[in-house]
């Protein structure tokens, strides 16, 4: 059943990405992005671990784009911001924080989103996993589906999550 599941989903993210940017040279580039993150979603749930192979393709896949140099360098602002945070939050608790499988995703976030979109892209995976995380207890839950499933839903509806940001901030 896994199997016709994914390919029906890897179909919708393909015509969500065509409805989203039209018939553009960098589609195809967006679209094998957001289905390595698909291969990402299926193999953290299944094992609890994230091959680096696949993840650094999604990376390197997602700066093709019009501008290419800024996505490197928000590739690197949101790999690198993200682990520091991994750095000091392990430190502060003792633990390991996060996988480091979460900071290649991260950058792929960045290069995809660019910022602010990649903060509301992390803050909603966060709240995302948070009932997961409180069902699960004990267990550790996955967070790159999260991360995923945030990063789909804020490409996707990018100017809408800038709109709340300046109703939120300015009551605009």
Do not use: C, H
Request: no cysteine.
């Amino acid at each position: 059943m896994q199997y016709p599941l994914i390919e029906f989903v890897t179909g919708i993210i393909a015509v969500l990405l065509y409805i989203k940017l039209g018939l553009v040279w960098y589609l195809p580039a967006v679209f094998l992005t957001f289905a390595l993150l698909l291969a990402l979603v299926m193999i953290d749930f299944k094992y609890m671990a994230v091959p680096d192979s696949i993840n650094l393709l999604a990376l390197a896949v997602a700066v093709i784009n019009p501008e290419v140099l800024g996505s490197i360098q928000n590739a690197l602002m949101a790999a690198g911001g993200l682990a520091l945070l991994r750095y000091y939050l392990s430190y502060f608790l003792n633990k390991e924080a996060m996988g480091e499988g979460d900071i290649i995703v991260a950058g792929t976030m960045g290069a995809l989103l660019g910022f602010p979109l990649f903060f509301y892209a992390l803050f909603l995976s966060a709240i995302l996993a948070m009932i997961p995380s409180l069902l699960a207890k004990d267990r550790a839950v996955p967070f790159v589906p999260f991360l995923a499933m945030a990063t789909f839903i804020v490409y996707l509806l990018d100017q809408q999550f800038n709109d709340l940001a300046q109703w939120i901030m300015y009551g605009q």
